[in-house]
C-alpha cells in the first residue's frame, strides 16, 4: 500500500511547467492517464510509444518549458522520447556513477538533450569545463535550450561526432532521436573528430572524465583515445552496445580496470561500465 501511494506521487510530482497553462495541460494528460489505466490499458515499456500517454494525449508538451524533479532542472523537449528521458534517466541508466567534482574537465560525447552535461556543468562550477558533442541537430538544438534553461555557461557544444580519426563518417537517422548514430557507412554523413584530436584541438590541460554515450561506436572512439587515456587517465563512463569483450580488451591494454558494470540486457549486450586507472 505505502509503496503504491509513493508511486502514485512520484508520478503527480516528477513534473509541472514553467507556467500555469502547462502545469494544466500536464494535470489534465495525467487525470485521463490514470482513467485509462484504471480501465485496464497500460502502455508500452521503456520510451514513450502509446498515443495515450500522459505526455501527448489530449495536449501535446513539445516545446514546453517543463521541470524534472530526478534531474532536477527545466527542459524543453521536440518529442516524448526527450520527455522519458529528461524525467526518468535515473530509472535506465546509474547516473550516480558519474560524479564529476568542482574544478574538473568533463567531455560528454553522445550528449543527446542535456542530463548528463547540467550535471556536469554544475558540479564543475566556474572553475571546471564541460564540452559536449552532440552531431545531431535537433538534439543539438534541445541542448542548447535545456543549458540556456539551467543558466549554465560553462559548457561548451561541438556538432561533431566522436570516432577513431577526424573527418566524416557515416550517420543513421534511429526509429528515435535517441538511437541516432554514427557508422562506417550510413545513407547521411556527419563531420568527426578523434577525442586525441578533440584535446589538441582545444588545448585541454586536462581531462578528468569522458562519458561515451554513442549507440555502438565506443570501439571506435576509444581507438581514437589512446594517447588522452595514457596522459590524462580520465574516469571512463561508457555505455555499451554489444561491445562489451572489445572494449573491456582495450581498456585493459591501457592499463584501466573496471569499477563498476551493470547490465540490462544479460548477459552483456547492453549495459554501463566505470572504468578507471587503479
Same mark, same amino acid.
Given at each position: ?79 516524448? &522520447? ?10 535506465? $541508466? *546509474? !547516473? ?5 567534482? +568542482? @574544478? /574538473? ?58 570516432? &577513431? ?10 526509429? $528515435? *532521436? !535517441? ?5 562506417? +557507412? @550510413? /545513407? ?91
Amino acid at each position: 500500500m505505502r509503496e503504491g501511494l509513493g508511486k502514485f506521487l512520484r508520478f503527480v510530482l516528477e513534473t509541472h511547467g514553467q507556467t500555469m497553462a502547462t502545469t494544466v495541460k500536464i494535470a489534465c494528460n495525467k487525470i485521463i492517464y490514470l482513467i485509462y489505466r484504471t480501465a485496464g490499458r497500460r502502455s508500452s515499456t521503456g520510451l514513450v510509444h502509446e498515443e495515450w500517454h500522459w505526455a501527448k494525449h489530449p495536449f501535446s508538451l513539445r516545446q514546453r518549458v517543463l521541470w524534472s524533479s530526478t534531474l532536477p532542472g527545466w527542459f524543453m523537449p521536440e518529442d516524448e &522520447s526527450a520527455i522519458e528521458c529528461m524525467l526518468h534517466m535515473p530509472a535506465y $541508466e *546509474p !547516473v550516480s556513477w558519474v560524479d564529476p567534482k +568542482e @574544478g /574538473e574537465y568533463f567531455l560528454d560525447a553522445g550528449g543527446y538533450v542535456g542530463w548528463y552535461s547540467i550535471q556536469a556543468g554544475r558540479a564543475v562550477g566556474n572553475s571546471g569545463r564541460v564540452v559536449t558533442l552532440e552531431p545531431d541537430a535537433t538534439n543539438r538544438m534541445q541542448l542548447e535550450r535545456n543549458l540556456a534553461l539551467n543558466k549554465l555557461k560553462n559548457v561548451q557544444i561541438l556538432p561533431l561526432a566522436i570516432w &577513431s580519426r577526424s573527418g566524416t563518417v557515416g550517420w543513421l537517422q534511429g526509429k $528515435e *532521436p !535517441v538511437w541516432h548514430k554514427v557508422g562506417a +557507412e @550510413g /545513407e547521411l554523413t556527419q563531420e568527426s573528430t578523434s577525442i586525441d584530436a578533440l584535446v589538441d584541438t582545444l588545448r585541454l590541460s586536462r581531462l578528468d572524465w569522458i562519458k561515451l554515450d554513442i549507440e555502438g561506436g565506443e570501439v571506435e572512439a576509444l581507438r581514437g583515445a589512446s594517447r588522452t587515456l595514457r596522459v590524462y587517465h580520465p574516469k571512463l563512463f561508457i555505455e555499451i552496445h554489444e561491445t562489451s569483450k572489445s572494449v573491456a580488451g582495450m581498456l585493459l591494454e591501457a592499463g584501466y580496470s573496471v569499477a563498476r558494470e551493470h547490465y540490462d540486457q544479460p548477459p552483456d549486450r547492453h549495459g554501463w561500465i566505470l572504468a578507471q586507472m587503479p
